[in-house]
Protein backbone atom coordinates (compact mmCIF):
# COMPACT_ATOMS: atom_id res chain seq x y z
CA UNK A 1 0.00 0.00 0.00
CA UNK A 2 0.84 3.60 -1.12
CA UNK A 3 0.63 7.16 -0.98
CA UNK A 4 -0.14 8.97 -4.13
CA UNK A 5 -0.01 12.46 -5.48
CA UNK A 6 0.88 15.13 -8.00
CA UNK A 7 -0.60 17.81 -10.24
CA UNK A 8 -0.27 18.63 -13.91
CA UNK A 9 -0.86 21.75 -15.10
CA UNK A 10 -2.66 22.83 -18.17
CA UNK A 11 -2.62 24.75 -21.15
CA UNK A 12 1.79 25.13 -21.80
CA UNK A 13 2.02 25.65 -17.66
CA UNK A 14 5.19 23.75 -16.30
CA UNK A 15 5.56 20.62 -14.08
CA UNK A 16 5.63 21.80 -10.07
CA UNK A 17 8.12 19.28 -9.55
CA UNK A 18 9.45 21.00 -6.04
CA UNK A 19 5.88 21.84 -4.92
CA UNK A 20 5.22 18.04 -5.18
CA UNK A 21 8.59 17.16 -3.37
CA UNK A 22 7.54 19.01 -0.67
CA UNK A 23 4.47 16.90 0.05
CA UNK A 24 6.02 13.99 0.64
CA UNK A 25 5.73 13.67 4.51
CA UNK A 26 2.01 14.57 4.45
CA UNK A 27 1.65 11.21 2.91
CA UNK A 28 4.58 8.92 4.41
CA UNK A 29 2.57 7.37 7.01
CA UNK A 30 0.94 5.60 4.43
CA UNK A 31 4.31 4.66 3.03
CA UNK A 32 7.16 4.82 5.42
CA UNK A 33 9.48 2.54 3.43
CA UNK A 34 10.82 4.93 0.57
CA UNK A 35 9.52 7.98 -1.26
CA UNK A 36 10.33 9.66 -5.50
CA UNK A 37 9.11 12.33 -7.25
CA UNK A 38 9.34 12.00 -11.25
CA UNK A 39 8.51 14.56 -13.85
CA UNK A 40 6.88 14.08 -17.43
CA UNK A 41 6.31 16.96 -19.48
CA UNK A 42 3.72 19.40 -17.13
CA UNK A 43 2.61 16.44 -15.37
CA UNK A 44 4.73 15.68 -11.19
CA UNK A 45 3.52 12.76 -9.80
CA UNK A 46 4.85 11.82 -6.63
CA UNK A 47 4.95 8.48 -4.36
CA UNK A 48 5.52 7.01 -1.06
CA UNK A 49 5.95 3.28 -0.39
CA UNK A 50 4.99 0.30 1.34
CA UNK A 51 6.61 -2.71 0.71
CA UNK A 52 4.86 -6.14 0.56
CA UNK A 53 5.72 -7.47 -2.91
CA UNK A 54 8.99 -7.24 -3.97
CA UNK A 55 10.28 -5.29 -1.22
CA UNK A 56 13.85 -5.00 -2.44
CA UNK A 57 13.05 -5.19 -6.31
CA UNK A 58 13.87 -1.77 -8.22
CA UNK A 59 11.27 -2.31 -10.54
CA UNK A 60 8.69 -1.62 -7.34
CA UNK A 61 9.74 1.77 -6.99
CA UNK A 62 7.42 4.53 -8.08
CA UNK A 63 6.65 6.94 -9.43
CA UNK A 64 7.42 4.73 -12.85
CA UNK A 65 8.51 6.80 -15.84
CA UNK A 66 10.10 5.61 -19.47
CA UNK A 67 10.20 8.73 -21.11
CA UNK A 68 6.37 8.56 -22.69
CA UNK A 69 4.41 7.54 -19.88
CA UNK A 70 4.15 7.85 -15.98
CA UNK A 71 2.86 5.83 -13.58
CA UNK A 72 2.25 6.12 -9.54
CA UNK A 73 -0.11 3.07 -8.00
CA UNK A 74 -1.61 2.21 -4.81
CA UNK A 75 -2.46 -0.71 -3.85
CA UNK A 76 -2.50 -4.57 -4.68
CA UNK A 77 -2.95 -6.36 -8.12
CA UNK A 78 -4.04 -9.61 -6.97
CA UNK A 79 -3.35 -11.06 -10.47
CA UNK A 80 -0.05 -9.19 -11.78
CA UNK A 81 1.61 -13.24 -12.24
CA UNK A 82 -1.57 -13.87 -15.02
CA UNK A 83 -0.81 -10.81 -16.64
CA UNK A 84 2.84 -10.92 -16.71
CA UNK A 85 2.57 -14.41 -18.56
CA UNK A 86 0.13 -12.75 -21.42
CA UNK A 87 2.50 -9.86 -21.99
CA UNK A 88 5.22 -12.44 -22.34
CA UNK A 89 3.39 -13.99 -25.00
CA UNK A 90 3.34 -10.94 -26.33
CA UNK A 91 6.42 -10.35 -26.24
CA UNK A 92 6.54 -7.88 -23.68
CA UNK A 93 9.49 -7.86 -21.64
CA UNK A 94 8.91 -8.08 -17.28
CA UNK A 95 10.18 -9.81 -14.32
CA UNK A 96 6.97 -10.64 -13.04
CA UNK A 97 8.07 -9.91 -9.10
CA UNK A 98 6.41 -6.55 -8.97
CA UNK A 99 2.71 -6.06 -9.48
CA UNK A 100 3.76 -1.84 -10.59
CA UNK A 101 6.25 -3.37 -13.05
CA UNK A 102 3.46 -5.57 -14.54
CA UNK A 103 0.36 -2.88 -14.06
CA UNK A 104 3.30 0.25 -15.58
CA UNK A 105 3.73 -2.67 -19.17
CA UNK A 106 0.20 -3.57 -18.98
CA UNK A 107 -0.90 0.22 -19.34
CA UNK A 108 1.60 0.97 -21.71
CA UNK A 109 1.19 -2.08 -23.94
CA UNK A 110 -2.95 -2.75 -23.74
CA UNK A 111 -4.17 0.88 -22.83
CA UNK A 112 -6.11 1.93 -19.78
CA UNK A 113 -9.59 0.41 -20.93
CA UNK A 114 -8.56 -2.77 -21.53
CA UNK A 115 -5.91 -2.97 -18.68
CA UNK A 116 -8.83 -2.31 -16.36
CA UNK A 117 -10.79 -5.16 -17.60
CA UNK A 118 -8.26 -7.46 -16.79
CA UNK A 119 -6.94 -6.32 -12.97
CA UNK A 120 -8.25 -8.21 -9.91
CA UNK A 121 -7.24 -6.25 -7.09
CA UNK A 122 -7.74 -3.00 -4.94
CA UNK A 123 -5.91 0.08 -6.69
CA UNK A 124 -6.46 3.77 -7.24
CA UNK A 125 -3.12 4.85 -10.17
CA UNK A 126 -1.85 7.95 -11.97
CA UNK A 127 -1.36 7.51 -15.54
CA UNK A 128 0.25 9.97 -17.65
CA UNK A 129 0.22 9.65 -21.35
CA UNK A 130 3.27 12.45 -23.10
CA UNK A 131 1.90 11.68 -26.38
CA UNK A 132 -1.71 12.39 -25.38
CA UNK A 133 -0.89 14.52 -22.27
CA UNK A 134 -3.35 13.21 -21.06
CA UNK A 135 -3.71 12.02 -17.13
CA UNK A 136 -6.33 9.03 -16.20
CA UNK A 137 -7.11 8.14 -12.24
CA UNK A 138 -8.78 5.27 -11.87
CA UNK A 139 -10.22 3.76 -8.90
CA UNK A 140 -10.76 -0.46 -8.28
CA UNK A 141 -14.23 -1.64 -8.85
CA UNK A 142 -15.26 -1.66 -5.27
CA UNK A 143 -13.83 1.26 -4.01
CA UNK A 144 -11.07 -0.12 -1.40
CA UNK A 145 -8.72 2.77 -2.08
CA UNK A 146 -9.40 5.98 -2.42
CA UNK A 147 -8.78 8.76 -4.91
CA UNK A 148 -9.08 12.81 -4.80
CA UNK A 149 -8.45 15.61 -6.95
CA UNK A 150 -9.22 19.38 -7.29
CA UNK A 151 -8.57 22.11 -9.45
CA UNK A 152 -6.02 25.28 -8.87
CA UNK A 153 -5.44 27.73 -10.92
CA UNK A 154 -5.45 25.94 -13.84
CA UNK A 155 -3.60 22.88 -12.34
CA UNK A 156 -4.85 19.79 -11.61
CA UNK A 157 -4.44 18.19 -8.24
CA UNK A 158 -4.79 14.58 -7.32
CA UNK A 159 -3.87 12.32 -4.36
CA UNK A 160 -4.46 9.45 -2.19
CA UNK A 161 -5.72 11.43 1.00
CA UNK A 162 -7.80 15.22 0.90
CA UNK A 163 -5.16 16.58 3.50
CA UNK A 164 -2.18 16.28 0.43
CA UNK A 165 -4.29 18.69 -1.92
CA UNK A 166 -4.87 21.15 1.27
CA UNK A 167 -1.62 20.98 2.04
CA UNK A 168 -0.82 21.77 -1.57
CA UNK A 169 -3.33 25.30 -1.91
CA UNK A 170 -4.89 23.35 -4.13
CA UNK A 171 -8.47 23.33 -2.25
CA UNK A 172 -9.45 24.88 1.18
CA UNK A 173 -10.82 23.71 4.24
CA UNK A 174 -14.15 24.82 3.75
CA UNK A 175 -17.06 22.60 4.27
CA UNK A 176 -19.24 21.52 2.17
CA UNK A 177 -22.14 22.85 3.61
CA UNK A 178 -24.60 22.17 0.10
CA UNK A 179 -24.19 17.91 1.52
CA UNK A 180 -23.85 18.43 5.58
CA UNK A 181 -27.29 17.21 6.04
CA UNK A 182 -25.98 13.86 3.62
CA UNK A 183 -23.59 13.28 6.05
CA UNK A 184 -26.35 13.25 9.03
CA UNK A 185 -28.42 10.70 7.38
CA UNK A 186 -25.91 8.64 6.11
CA UNK A 187 -22.78 9.26 8.00
CA UNK A 188 -21.01 10.36 4.62
CA UNK A 189 -20.82 12.78 1.48
CA UNK A 190 -21.98 10.35 -0.88
CA UNK A 191 -20.39 9.79 -4.37
CA UNK A 192 -17.85 12.37 -6.13
CA UNK A 193 -18.55 15.16 -3.35
CA UNK A 194 -16.69 15.18 0.03
CA UNK A 195 -17.41 17.11 3.12
CA UNK A 196 -14.87 19.77 1.49
CA UNK A 197 -15.93 21.98 -0.80
CA UNK A 198 -13.62 22.21 -2.98
CA UNK A 199 -12.95 18.32 -2.90
CA UNK A 200 -13.69 15.45 -5.60
CA UNK A 201 -13.48 11.65 -4.47
CA UNK A 202 -13.27 9.49 -8.02
CA UNK A 203 -15.65 6.91 -7.22
CA UNK A 204 -15.83 3.48 -7.70
CA UNK A 205 -15.43 1.67 -10.92
CA UNK A 206 -14.43 4.87 -12.61
CA UNK A 207 -12.09 7.13 -14.57
CA UNK A 208 -11.47 10.53 -14.47
CA UNK A 209 -9.52 12.12 -17.13
CA UNK A 210 -7.91 15.74 -17.48
CA UNK A 211 -6.55 16.76 -20.52
CA UNK A 212 -3.59 19.39 -20.15
CA UNK A 213 -4.26 21.53 -23.32
CA UNK A 214 -7.07 22.00 -23.20
CA UNK A 215 -8.12 21.93 -19.41
CA UNK A 216 -10.95 19.67 -19.60
CA UNK A 217 -11.86 17.16 -16.49
CA UNK A 218 -14.15 14.38 -18.30
CA UNK A 219 -15.13 10.82 -15.76
CA UNK A 220 -16.61 7.88 -17.34
CA UNK A 221 -17.21 4.28 -15.32
CA UNK A 222 -15.76 0.71 -16.59
CA UNK A 223 -17.45 -1.58 -13.92
CA UNK A 224 -20.54 -1.86 -12.50
CA UNK A 225 -22.26 -3.88 -9.69
CA UNK A 226 -24.66 -5.71 -11.93
CA UNK A 227 -24.16 -7.67 -15.20
CA UNK A 228 -22.84 -11.15 -16.13
CA UNK A 229 -19.21 -11.92 -14.25
CA UNK A 230 -16.68 -12.93 -16.25
CA UNK A 231 -17.53 -16.53 -18.27
CA UNK A 232 -13.92 -17.83 -16.97
CA UNK A 233 -15.31 -17.99 -13.60
CA UNK A 234 -16.23 -22.08 -12.77
CA UNK A 235 -19.06 -21.19 -10.34
CA UNK A 236 -22.65 -22.98 -10.81
CA UNK A 237 -24.91 -22.13 -7.63
CA UNK A 238 -24.90 -20.70 -3.96
CA UNK A 239 -23.08 -24.41 -3.16
CA UNK A 240 -20.00 -23.31 -4.90
CA UNK A 241 -19.58 -20.65 -2.54
CA UNK A 242 -17.46 -22.08 -0.44
CA UNK A 243 -14.52 -22.64 -3.81
CA UNK A 244 -14.89 -19.16 -5.04
CA UNK A 245 -14.26 -17.65 -1.34
CA UNK A 246 -11.32 -19.89 -0.75
CA UNK A 247 -10.19 -18.68 -4.51
CA UNK A 248 -10.23 -14.90 -3.00
CA UNK A 249 -8.57 -15.62 0.14
CA UNK A 250 -6.01 -17.35 -1.62
CA UNK A 251 -5.64 -14.27 -4.39
CA UNK A 252 -5.51 -12.37 -1.41
CA UNK A 253 -2.83 -13.96 0.89
CA UNK A 254 -0.28 -13.09 -2.06
CA UNK A 255 2.76 -11.14 0.33
CA UNK A 256 6.41 -11.40 0.72
CA UNK A 257 6.21 -10.00 4.28
CA UNK A 258 4.24 -11.90 6.83
CA UNK A 259 -0.23 -11.21 7.20
CA UNK A 260 -2.50 -11.46 9.88
CA UNK A 261 -6.51 -11.35 10.49
CA UNK A 262 -8.43 -8.72 12.13
CA UNK A 263 -11.21 -10.66 14.51
CA UNK A 264 -14.45 -9.76 15.48
CA UNK A 265 -16.42 -13.08 17.00
CA UNK A 266 -17.80 -12.75 13.88
CA UNK A 267 -18.60 -15.61 11.07
CA UNK A 268 -16.87 -13.44 8.52
CA UNK A 269 -13.24 -12.97 10.30
CA UNK A 270 -13.20 -16.72 11.51
CA UNK A 271 -14.11 -17.95 8.06
CA UNK A 272 -11.34 -15.98 7.44
CA UNK A 273 -8.61 -16.90 9.60
CA UNK A 274 -9.48 -20.97 8.87
CA UNK A 275 -9.54 -20.24 5.14
CA UNK A 276 -5.95 -18.70 5.46
CA UNK A 277 -4.31 -21.32 7.68
CA UNK A 278 -5.21 -23.80 3.95
CA UNK A 279 -1.80 -21.91 2.79
CA UNK A 280 0.99 -24.12 3.07
CA UNK A 281 3.32 -21.54 3.40
CA UNK A 282 1.37 -20.14 6.02
CA UNK A 283 2.94 -21.88 9.71
CA UNK A 284 1.18 -19.38 12.04
CA UNK A 285 -1.50 -16.70 12.38
CA UNK A 286 -1.93 -13.62 14.53
CA UNK A 287 -5.65 -12.53 15.07
CA UNK A 288 -6.02 -8.98 16.63
CA UNK A 289 -9.12 -8.66 18.31
CA UNK A 290 -11.12 -5.69 19.98
CA UNK A 291 -12.43 -5.87 23.29
CA UNK A 292 -14.75 -3.91 25.79
CA UNK A 293 -14.62 -3.31 29.36
CA UNK A 294 -18.72 -3.37 29.12
CA UNK A 295 -19.36 -7.39 29.30
CA UNK A 296 -22.78 -5.84 27.49
CA UNK A 297 -20.40 -5.28 24.55
CA UNK A 298 -17.69 -8.04 24.75
CA UNK A 299 -17.65 -10.83 22.50
CA UNK A 300 -14.66 -12.56 23.96
CA UNK A 301 -16.22 -15.74 24.84
CA UNK A 302 -17.03 -16.59 21.08
CA UNK A 303 -13.32 -15.44 20.20
CA UNK A 304 -11.82 -17.91 22.44
CA UNK A 305 -13.84 -20.73 21.44
CA UNK A 306 -12.90 -19.80 18.25
CA UNK A 307 -9.18 -19.61 19.07
CA UNK A 308 -8.99 -22.61 20.88
CA UNK A 309 -11.03 -24.66 18.19
CA UNK A 310 -8.66 -22.93 15.48
CA UNK A 311 -5.71 -24.33 17.68
CA UNK A 312 -6.92 -27.68 18.17
CA UNK A 313 -7.82 -28.09 14.63
CA UNK A 314 -4.35 -26.26 13.25
CA UNK A 315 -1.76 -28.34 15.97
CA UNK A 316 1.22 -27.40 13.89
CA UNK A 317 0.90 -24.22 13.66
CA UNK A 318 1.31 -21.01 15.76
CA UNK A 319 -1.99 -18.98 16.82
CA UNK A 320 -1.40 -15.84 18.48
CA UNK A 321 -4.07 -14.19 19.72
CA UNK A 322 -3.50 -10.56 20.72
CA UNK A 323 -6.72 -8.67 22.81
CA UNK A 324 -7.12 -5.23 23.19
CA UNK A 325 -8.76 -2.41 25.43
CA UNK A 326 -9.01 1.47 25.31
CA UNK A 327 -10.13 3.66 28.36
CA UNK A 328 -12.19 6.75 27.46
CA UNK A 329 -9.39 8.94 27.56
CA UNK A 330 -7.15 7.26 25.37
CA UNK A 331 -10.26 6.74 22.92
CA UNK A 332 -10.47 10.52 23.15
CA UNK A 333 -6.93 11.04 22.24
CA UNK A 334 -6.49 8.68 19.77
CA UNK A 335 -10.07 10.34 17.75
CA UNK A 336 -8.34 13.29 17.58
CA UNK A 337 -5.42 11.87 15.85
CA UNK A 338 -7.57 9.33 13.83
CA UNK A 339 -9.64 12.06 12.48
CA UNK A 340 -6.44 13.85 11.10
CA UNK A 341 -5.90 10.66 9.31
CA UNK A 342 -9.53 10.41 8.17
CA UNK A 343 -9.87 13.55 6.70
CA UNK A 344 -13.47 13.61 7.00
CA UNK A 345 -15.59 12.89 10.33
CA UNK A 346 -15.54 9.26 11.42
CA UNK A 347 -18.31 7.67 11.19
CA UNK A 348 -18.15 4.50 13.46
CA UNK A 349 -17.79 4.79 17.19
CA UNK A 350 -15.45 1.86 17.04
CA UNK A 351 -13.06 3.44 14.93
CA UNK A 352 -10.26 3.75 17.44
CA UNK A 353 -10.29 0.63 18.72
CA UNK A 354 -9.84 -0.43 15.05
CA UNK A 355 -6.95 2.48 15.32
CA UNK A 356 -5.53 0.74 18.16
CA UNK A 357 -5.44 -3.37 16.50
CA UNK A 358 -3.70 -1.59 13.86
CA UNK A 359 -1.00 0.14 16.48
CA UNK A 360 0.01 -3.52 17.45
CA UNK A 361 0.43 -5.22 14.31
CA UNK A 362 2.32 -2.96 13.20
CA UNK A 363 4.02 -2.88 16.57
CA UNK A 364 4.27 -6.64 16.05
CA UNK A 365 6.42 -5.93 12.69
CA UNK A 366 3.12 -7.00 10.37
CA UNK A 367 2.04 -4.61 7.41
CA UNK A 368 -0.91 -7.05 6.14
CA UNK A 369 -4.24 -7.71 7.59
CA UNK A 370 -7.13 -9.49 6.41
CA UNK A 371 -10.62 -7.81 7.42
CA UNK A 372 -14.13 -9.61 6.84
CA UNK A 373 -15.90 -6.68 5.77
CA UNK A 374 -17.85 -6.54 3.05
CA UNK A 375 -19.43 -9.58 3.65
CA UNK A 376 -22.97 -8.28 5.29
CA UNK A 377 -23.09 -6.41 2.09
CA UNK A 378 -23.36 -9.40 -0.60
CA UNK A 379 -24.73 -11.55 1.34
CA UNK A 380 -27.68 -10.35 3.27
CA UNK A 381 -25.70 -10.43 6.97
CA UNK A 382 -28.00 -7.04 7.79
CA UNK A 383 -30.58 -7.28 10.47
CA UNK A 384 -31.51 -3.80 9.09
CA UNK A 385 -32.19 -5.45 5.23
CA UNK A 386 -35.33 -7.40 6.82
CA UNK A 387 -36.65 -4.52 9.33
CA UNK A 388 -36.68 -2.16 5.70
CA UNK A 389 -38.63 -4.91 3.76
CA UNK A 390 -40.95 -5.47 7.18
CA UNK A 391 -41.68 -1.92 6.92
CA UNK A 392 -41.88 -1.20 3.55
CA UNK A 393 -44.45 -4.11 2.86
CA UNK A 394 -45.84 -6.22 0.14
CA UNK A 395 -45.86 -3.12 -2.28
CA UNK A 396 -44.48 0.13 -1.02
CA UNK A 397 -44.82 3.43 -3.55
CA UNK A 398 -41.57 4.29 -5.26
CA UNK A 399 -41.25 7.05 -2.83
CA UNK A 400 -41.06 4.73 0.19
CA UNK A 401 -38.22 2.42 -1.42
CA UNK A 402 -35.72 5.17 -1.68
CA UNK A 403 -36.43 7.18 1.46
CA UNK A 404 -36.39 3.78 3.50
CA UNK A 405 -33.05 2.49 1.75
CA UNK A 406 -31.60 6.20 1.50
CA UNK A 407 -32.23 6.91 5.48
CA UNK A 408 -31.82 3.28 6.97
CA UNK A 409 -31.89 3.19 10.83
CA UNK A 410 -31.98 6.78 10.48
CA UNK A 411 -35.67 7.60 8.74
CA UNK A 412 -37.09 8.48 12.19
CA UNK A 413 -34.72 11.31 13.07
CA UNK A 414 -35.39 12.83 9.12
CA UNK A 415 -37.43 15.50 10.45
CA UNK A 416 -34.58 16.96 13.43
CA UNK A 417 -32.11 16.63 10.94
CA UNK A 418 -33.45 19.38 8.99
CA UNK A 419 -33.70 21.18 12.09
CA UNK A 420 -30.38 20.92 13.07
CA UNK A 421 -29.37 21.86 9.49
CA UNK A 422 -31.80 24.81 9.21
CA UNK A 423 -30.43 26.62 5.92
CA UNK A 424 -27.36 24.29 5.30
CA UNK A 425 -27.79 21.52 2.95
CA UNK A 426 -29.96 21.08 0.22
CA UNK A 427 -32.19 18.14 1.28
CA UNK A 428 -31.69 13.78 0.84
CA UNK A 429 -33.37 14.16 -2.88
CA UNK A 430 -30.49 16.38 -4.02
CA UNK A 431 -27.93 13.80 -3.16
CA UNK A 432 -26.19 11.00 -5.73
CA UNK A 433 -27.38 8.44 -3.46
CA UNK A 434 -30.57 9.28 -3.72
CA UNK A 435 -30.46 10.11 -7.53
CA UNK A 436 -28.93 6.64 -7.76
CA UNK A 437 -31.95 5.21 -6.14
CA UNK A 438 -34.22 6.95 -8.04
CA UNK A 439 -32.68 5.91 -11.14
CA UNK A 440 -32.64 2.23 -10.16
CA UNK A 441 -35.97 1.95 -8.18
CA UNK A 442 -38.05 0.66 -10.84
CA UNK A 443 -35.08 -1.98 -12.74
CA UNK A 444 -34.92 -3.99 -9.69
CA UNK A 445 -36.65 -5.85 -7.09
CA UNK A 446 -36.66 -4.26 -3.15
CA UNK A 447 -35.01 -6.88 -2.18
CA UNK A 448 -31.61 -6.73 -4.52
CA UNK A 449 -31.73 -2.93 -4.93
CA UNK A 450 -31.06 -2.90 -1.26
CA UNK A 451 -28.63 -5.01 -1.23
CA UNK A 452 -26.86 -2.98 -4.77
CA UNK A 453 -27.30 0.13 -2.87
CA UNK A 454 -25.57 -1.15 0.06
CA UNK A 455 -22.72 -2.38 -1.95
CA UNK A 456 -22.92 1.23 -3.90
CA UNK A 457 -22.95 3.66 -1.27
CA UNK A 458 -23.07 2.38 2.26
CA UNK A 459 -20.21 0.33 1.89
CA UNK A 460 -17.62 3.42 1.43
CA UNK A 461 -17.87 3.98 4.49
CA UNK A 462 -16.39 0.59 6.02
CA UNK A 463 -13.83 0.94 3.30
CA UNK A 464 -12.80 4.72 4.23
CA UNK A 465 -12.25 3.18 7.73
CA UNK A 466 -10.24 0.36 6.67
CA UNK A 467 -8.04 2.65 4.53
CA UNK A 468 -7.23 5.37 6.50
CA UNK A 469 -7.44 3.84 9.47
CA UNK A 470 -5.26 1.04 8.21
CA UNK A 471 -2.57 3.58 6.77
CA UNK A 472 -2.40 5.25 9.90
CA UNK A 473 -0.73 2.93 11.33
CA UNK A 474 1.19 1.66 7.63
CA UNK A 475 -0.78 -1.48 8.19
CA UNK A 476 -2.73 -2.56 4.28
CA UNK A 477 -5.96 -3.54 5.31
CA UNK A 478 -7.01 -6.49 2.42
CA UNK A 479 -10.77 -7.65 1.91
CA UNK A 480 -11.22 -10.86 0.35
CA UNK A 481 -15.38 -11.07 0.44
CA UNK A 482 -14.80 -7.89 -1.68
CA UNK A 483 -13.17 -9.49 -4.71
CA UNK A 484 -15.05 -8.06 -7.33
CA UNK A 485 -15.52 -11.01 -9.34
CA UNK A 486 -16.83 -12.74 -6.41
CA UNK A 487 -19.15 -9.99 -5.62
CA UNK A 488 -21.11 -9.66 -9.54
CA UNK A 489 -20.66 -13.73 -9.25
CA UNK A 490 -22.88 -13.43 -5.84
CA UNK A 491 -25.13 -10.89 -6.68
CA UNK A 492 -26.47 -13.19 -9.75
CA UNK A 493 -27.21 -15.90 -7.20
CA UNK A 494 -30.69 -13.56 -5.33
CA UNK A 495 -31.80 -12.80 -2.27
CA UNK A 496 -33.62 -15.90 -2.14
CA UNK A 497 -29.97 -17.86 -1.75
CA UNK A 498 -28.50 -15.68 0.86
CA UNK A 499 -31.17 -15.25 3.82
CA UNK A 500 -33.97 -17.85 4.95
CA UNK A 501 -36.26 -15.50 6.01
CA UNK A 502 -38.25 -18.24 7.96
CA UNK A 503 -35.52 -19.11 9.43
CA UNK A 504 -34.36 -15.58 10.27
CA UNK A 505 -30.94 -16.97 8.82
CA UNK A 506 -28.53 -14.84 6.84
CA UNK A 507 -25.30 -15.70 5.05
CA UNK A 508 -26.35 -18.72 4.03
CA UNK A 509 -23.85 -20.06 1.34
CA UNK A 510 -21.13 -18.44 3.89
CA UNK A 511 -22.39 -20.87 6.60
CA UNK A 512 -22.75 -24.05 4.48
CA UNK A 513 -19.49 -23.65 3.34
CA UNK A 514 -18.29 -22.96 6.78
CA UNK A 515 -20.55 -25.69 8.57
CA UNK A 516 -17.35 -28.41 9.00
CA UNK A 517 -14.89 -25.53 9.73
CA UNK A 518 -16.21 -23.89 12.40
CA UNK A 519 -17.47 -24.18 16.02
CA UNK A 520 -21.17 -23.71 16.46
CA UNK A 521 -20.59 -20.69 18.64
CA UNK A 522 -19.83 -18.89 15.44
CA UNK A 523 -21.96 -20.57 13.44
CA UNK A 524 -25.06 -19.79 14.94
CA UNK A 525 -24.18 -16.23 16.70
CA UNK A 526 -25.99 -13.21 15.90
CA UNK A 527 -24.67 -10.59 14.43
CA UNK A 528 -23.20 -7.74 16.94
CA UNK A 529 -21.44 -5.18 14.77
CA UNK A 530 -18.25 -4.71 16.00
CA UNK A 531 -19.54 -2.98 19.41
CA UNK A 532 -17.56 -0.72 21.25
CA UNK A 533 -17.89 0.73 25.16
CA UNK A 534 -18.50 4.16 23.45
CA UNK A 535 -22.08 3.06 23.40
CA UNK A 536 -22.03 3.21 27.52
CA UNK A 537 -20.10 6.43 27.18
CA UNK A 538 -22.56 8.01 25.27
CA UNK A 539 -24.53 7.85 28.24
CA UNK A 540 -22.56 9.25 31.14
CA UNK A 541 -21.93 12.82 32.25
CA UNK A 542 -18.34 12.86 31.14
CA UNK A 543 -18.89 12.65 27.75
CA UNK A 544 -22.37 15.36 28.21
CA UNK A 545 -19.95 17.68 29.78
CA UNK A 546 -17.20 16.67 26.88
CA UNK A 547 -19.47 17.15 23.77
CA UNK A 548 -21.30 20.40 25.39
CA UNK A 549 -18.02 21.98 25.47
CA UNK A 550 -17.28 21.43 21.95
CA UNK A 551 -20.74 22.65 20.74
CA UNK A 552 -20.82 25.56 22.95
CA UNK A 553 -17.44 26.98 21.69
CA UNK A 554 -18.12 30.44 20.10
CA UNK A 555 -16.08 28.96 17.20
CA UNK A 556 -17.31 25.51 16.73
CA UNK A 557 -18.70 23.85 13.94
CA UNK A 558 -22.56 23.71 15.36
CA UNK A 559 -22.36 27.40 16.27
CA UNK A 560 -21.02 28.37 13.20
CA UNK A 561 -22.76 26.62 10.46
CA UNK A 562 -25.73 24.16 12.31
CA UNK A 563 -28.80 25.46 14.56
CA UNK A 564 -27.22 25.66 18.19
CA UNK A 565 -30.18 26.14 19.53
CA UNK A 566 -31.83 22.52 18.15
CA UNK A 567 -28.06 20.80 18.60
CA UNK A 568 -28.61 21.73 22.19
CA UNK A 569 -31.98 20.61 22.59
CA UNK A 570 -31.04 17.26 21.12
CA UNK A 571 -27.87 16.84 23.55
CA UNK A 572 -29.88 17.64 26.62
CA UNK A 573 -33.09 15.76 25.41
CA UNK A 574 -29.98 12.18 25.54
CA UNK A 575 -28.42 12.79 28.41
CA UNK A 576 -31.46 13.28 30.36
CA UNK A 577 -32.80 10.01 28.98
CA UNK A 578 -35.61 11.81 27.25
CA UNK A 579 -34.57 10.47 24.09
CA UNK A 580 -32.34 8.10 22.81
CA UNK A 581 -29.82 10.13 19.84
CA UNK A 582 -27.02 7.55 20.29
CA UNK A 583 -26.04 8.16 16.41
CA UNK A 584 -26.65 12.12 16.20
CA UNK A 585 -24.60 12.39 19.32
CA UNK A 586 -21.99 10.59 17.89
CA UNK A 587 -22.10 12.66 14.91
CA UNK A 588 -21.94 15.59 16.44
CA UNK A 589 -18.63 15.25 18.61
CA UNK A 590 -17.29 13.27 15.32
CA UNK A 591 -18.03 16.49 13.28
CA UNK A 592 -16.81 19.04 16.02
CA UNK A 593 -13.46 16.49 16.08
CA UNK A 594 -13.20 16.92 12.44
CA UNK A 595 -13.67 21.04 12.60
CA UNK A 596 -11.20 21.22 15.06
CA UNK A 597 -8.43 19.57 13.44
CA UNK A 598 -8.65 20.85 10.10
CA UNK A 599 -10.37 24.63 10.62
CA UNK A 600 -8.64 25.20 14.03
CA UNK A 601 -4.92 23.34 13.38
CA UNK A 602 -1.91 24.06 11.05
CA UNK A 603 -0.34 21.18 9.74
CA UNK A 604 3.52 21.09 9.84
CA UNK A 605 5.68 22.33 7.07
CA UNK A 606 6.47 19.12 4.65
CA UNK A 607 10.47 18.78 3.98
CA UNK A 608 11.71 18.32 0.42
CA UNK A 609 11.45 14.60 -0.78
CA UNK A 610 13.81 12.60 -3.04
CA UNK A 611 13.56 13.80 -6.67
CA UNK A 612 13.89 12.45 -9.79
CA UNK A 613 12.98 13.33 -13.59
CA UNK A 614 12.34 11.10 -16.68
Not at 186 to 204: C, H, L, M, S, Y
Not at 252 to 269: A, E, K, M, Q
Not at 385 to 401: E, I, Q
Request: aromatic content about 10%.
Amino acid sequence: MCGIWGCVGAKGQPALQDAVARLAPVLRHRGPDDEGVAVLGPAAFGHTRLAILGPADAASRQPVCDGDYMLSFNGEIYNFKDIARELRRDGIAVGGRSDTEVLFQCLKHFGVRATLDRLDGMFAFAWFDRGKSELTLARDPMGEKFLYWAKANGTFWFGSEIKVLLAAGAASAAPNLARIDDFFFTGKVNGAATIFRDVQEVEPGTCVQFSAPTGRVTCSTYWSLTGSPRPSLAFAGAGDFGKAFAQAVASRRISDVPIGVLLSGGIDSSALASCLLDGDDIEGIDLYFADNRNPEFSERSAVDAFVSHLRGAEPGKDIRFHPNFLEFGEYHTRMRHLTWHYDEPLQFMNSPLLGGLCDMARHDGLKVLLSGEGSDEILHGYDRFKRTLDLLGSSPSRDAVIRNLYLGGGIDNAGLVRELCGRAGEGAEATEAWAWLDRHVDTFPVEQLQLLFSQRYRLQTLLQRQDRIGMASSIEIRVPFLAPWLVKWVNTLGPSALFDSERQLTKLPLRAAMQDRLPDIILTKKKEGFPSDMHAWLREDRMHRLLTSMIDADDSFTASYLDRAVARRIVGDHFAARRRYDVLIWMLYSLECWHDVFARQVAPAPAIARQSAC
